[in-house]
């Protein structure tokens, strides 16, 4: 079973314009982590955003937040103002357990065009 | 700054050829990883590593294996390059310890098998 869903179809956003990409994840651990990475043309996975199951809050770093809602199962990323450098592939991943190999697994990706 | 380093950025192979793709880090981590990505496949894990000598199987391990002698090396192998291997791999490193320890990438090397 896929455990960690990216549906949504490629996007469009004006640039300064927010923008929300979903994640839905699957899991029966009580202690996992979430990421979100950001892959740009060039091929390079960036790290952006990371989410412990515990937190109470929802993670930000500087434009980025994730939109954390535990009972539903998502851990959506909102990246605010969009800049014409956003445009990229976007990956959501969980680490499940208290697995000190760190073995995440990954969705199929988020496409984001910026447009000015 | 940490770094993850791949031989080759691109690579063209022949249908039965020995493959190797080499990964370095420099941050002392305990494990390596390599994925394959595959348009509308995303990141799948083909053999991760937890310390030296030691490997387990990830989701798509068939026709390649993997070799770590040492803790900043982390090779990949394709036994018998074949074209449906044809695809980009990404090789990470993370820490075993922390709250975070999020995986960090190489660049990728795309490799073409013909």
């Known amino acids: 079973a896929q455990k960690i869903t990216q549906t949504q179809p490629g996007m469009f956003v004006q640039e300064k314009e927010a923008v929300t990409l979903d994640c839905t994840y699957d899991?029966?651990?009580?202690?996992?982590?979430l990421f979100w990475y950001k892959q740009p043309s060039s091929g390079e996975m960036i790290f952006l955003i990371y989410?412990?199951?515990?937190?109470?809050q929802n993670a930000t770093e500087g434009r980025y937040s994730l939109n954390f809602q535990k009972a539903r199962k998502s851990a959506n990323l909102v990246i605010s103002a969009s800049q014409l450098g956003d445009s990229a592939m976007y990956f959501c991943?969980?680490?499940?357990?208290?697995?000190?190999?760190?073995?995440?697994?990954f969705g199929k990706g988020n496409q984001v065009v910026v447009i000015p | 700054d940490v770094k993850v380093t791949q031989s080759s950025r691109y690579l063209v192979k022949r249908t039965g050829e020995k493959v190797f793709l080499e990964c370095v880090q420099d941050?002392?981590?305990?494990?390596m990883f390599w994925y394959r990505q595959d348009p509308g496949l995303g990141l799948r894990l083909i053999y991760f590593?937890?310390?030296?000598?030691?490997?387990e199987k990830g989701d798509i391990p068939e026709g390649y294996s993997v070799s770590r002698e040492k803790k900043e090396r982390f090779s990949l192998i394709l036994e018998s390059a074949s074209t449906n291997q044809t695809s980009m791999y990404l090789c990470?490193?993370?820490?075993?310890?922390?709250?975070?320890?999020?995986?960090?990438f190489g660049p990728g090397t795309r490799l073409t098998v013909t």
């Open positions: 899991t029966s651990d009580q202690s996992y982590g």
């Open positions: 590593s937890y310390d030296v000598k030691m490997k």
């Open positions: 991943a969980m680490r499940e357990g208290r697995s000190g190999n760190n073995r995440l697994a």
């Open positions: 990470a490193s993370s820490r075993t310890s922390g709250r975070l320890y999020e995986q960090y």
């Open positions: 989410q412990g199951s515990y937190d109470e």
């Open positions: 941050m002392d981590h305990e494990n």
